[in-house]
């Protein structure tokens, strides 16, 4: 089983829709929870930190669920510019900081 | 500004010859990595270090090497390229243990 897990899409959605995506981790010792973002075999960059109570940040939000190992990203209103592929990442308690990633989850917006 | 830069952009090799990789960060960050990114793997880490003088293995650490002689670099160099090297190749630095990690541009190479 691998580590950090997602559904690898695409996934294909007109503008204005409204996507989800989620994502399973194995190690209930995580300590830090991100949604990375990488366009076009460019360098992932970070598109938001994931907090225990749930974070916002303008059309996204990132929910966490501890008990379920359970992560998830929802974009509302998505914008021709919202496609690439976006990256579950875990950083485990007992790993010095390393990070794991998913594979991640490739969306494309369409007109 | 602070960045991360990595070079040369693109490589081509033949097997067998020695390459390596450059990694510099101007952030002073201590925690530095590298990462190889292939289709259906995503993005697995091959070296990193916490500062100078010290680096580890990661996951798919063989055939790779790395050396910390300063805060700024972290060099990766492939002692015999093979094939299956063909990849492309990210470093990355973060100031602390559980912060976000910062990328460089990364490397594209291939091995003929």
């Known amino acids: 089983r691998k580590e950090v897990e997602q559904d690898p899409g695409p996934f294909n959605v007109p503008e204005g829709a409204t996507v989800a995506f989620n994502c399973t981790y194995s190690?209930?010792?995580?300590?830090?929870f991100f949604w990375y973002r990488q366009d076009c075999r460019k360098e992932p960059k970070l598109l938001m930190s994931?907090?225990?109570s749930g974070n916002e940040d303008g059309r996204f939000t990132a929910q966490l669920n501890r008990a379920s190992q359970y992560i998830s990203l929802l974009i509302r209103d998505s914008k021709l510019s919202d496609s690439a592929t976006y990256l579950c990442v875990v950083s485990p308690y007992n790993q010095g900081g390393k990070l794991i990633f998913g594979q991640g989850t490739e969306l494309s917006v369409k007109p | 500004d602070a960045e991360i830069t990595q070079s040369p952009r693109h490589k081509i090799t033949e097997t067998g010859r020695q390459v390596t990789l450059a990694c510099h960060q101007t952030w002073n960050h201590n925690n530095m990595f590298w990462y190889r990114q292939d289709l259906g793997h995503g993005l697995r880490l091959i070296h990193y270090?916490?500062?100078?003088?010290?680096?580890n293995k990661g996951e798919v650490s063989d055939g790779y090497s790395v050396s910390r002689s300063n805060t700024e670099d972290l060099p990766l160099t492939l002692e015999s390229a093979a094939s299956s090297q063909t990849s492309v190749y990210f470093c990355?630095?973060?100031?602390?243990?559980?912060?976000?990690?910062?990328f460089g541009p990364g490397t594209r190479l291939t091995v003929l």
């Open positions: 190690n209930s010792a995580s300590q830090s």
């Open positions: 270090s916490y500062g100078v003088h010290d680096t």
């Open positions: 990355a630095s973060t100031p602390g243990t559980y912060n976000e990690q910062f």
């Open positions: 994931v907090y225990s």
